[in-house]
C-alpha cells in the first residue's frame, strides 16, 4: 500500500556534507510520521531524525545542530541533510514512513536502505 525508495548516500571525508532523499508511492495519504534511521555493521538500527505530518520534528542528540530532517507532502518526499560529518556517521540509512491503514492499524514501512560512509 505505501513503499519508500531513498537514495544520496556515498562516501563524504569528515567535516563534510551529504544530502539523502526518500520518496514515498502508493497510498502516500495514510502516511503519518516520517523518519530515518541507521544501522553500522553490527550496530542496532537506530532512530536519527523524525517528521510528523503535522511538522514536529525530533532528533537524536547526536546529530542535533548537525542534520536537518525535512519533508515535502505533495511530492511525498523526506530529506536528510547531513552536514559536519564524522566517522560515527558511518552506516546504512533508511527511510521509514509511519502507516495508517485504518483507525485501529498501524504499521512501518522501510526502505532498502542508502550506505554514507565518512572517511579520509
Known amino acids: 500500500q505505501v513503499q519508500v525508495v531513498e537514495s544520496g548516500g556515498g562516501l563524504v571525508q569528515p567535516g563534510g556534507s551529504l544530502k539523502l532523499s526518500c520518496v514515498a508511492s502508493?497510498?502516500?495519504?495514510?502516511?503519518?510520521?516520517m523518519a530515518w534511521y541507521r544501522q553500522a555493521p553490527g550496530r542496532q538500527r537506530e532512530l536519527v531524525a523524525r517528521i510528523t505530518s503535522g511538522g514536529t520534528i525530533n532528533y537524536i542528540d547526536s546529530v542535533k545542530g548537525r542534520f536537518t530532517i525535512s519533508r515535502d507532502n505533495v511530492k511525498n518526499m523526506v530529506y536528510l541533510q547531513m552536514n559536519s560529518l564524522t566517522p560515527e556517521d558511518t552506516a546504512v540509512y533508511y527511510c521509514?514512513?509511519?502507516?495508517?491503514?485504518?483507525?485501529?492499524?498501524?504499521?512501518?514501512?522501510w526502505g532498502q536502505g542508502t550506505l554514507v560512509t565518512v572517511s579520509s
Open positions: 502508493g497510498r502516500t495519504f495514510l502516511i503519518s510520521a
Open positions: 521509514n514512513a509511519g502507516v495508517k491503514p485504518n483507525i485501529e492499524g498501524y504499521l512501518e514501512v
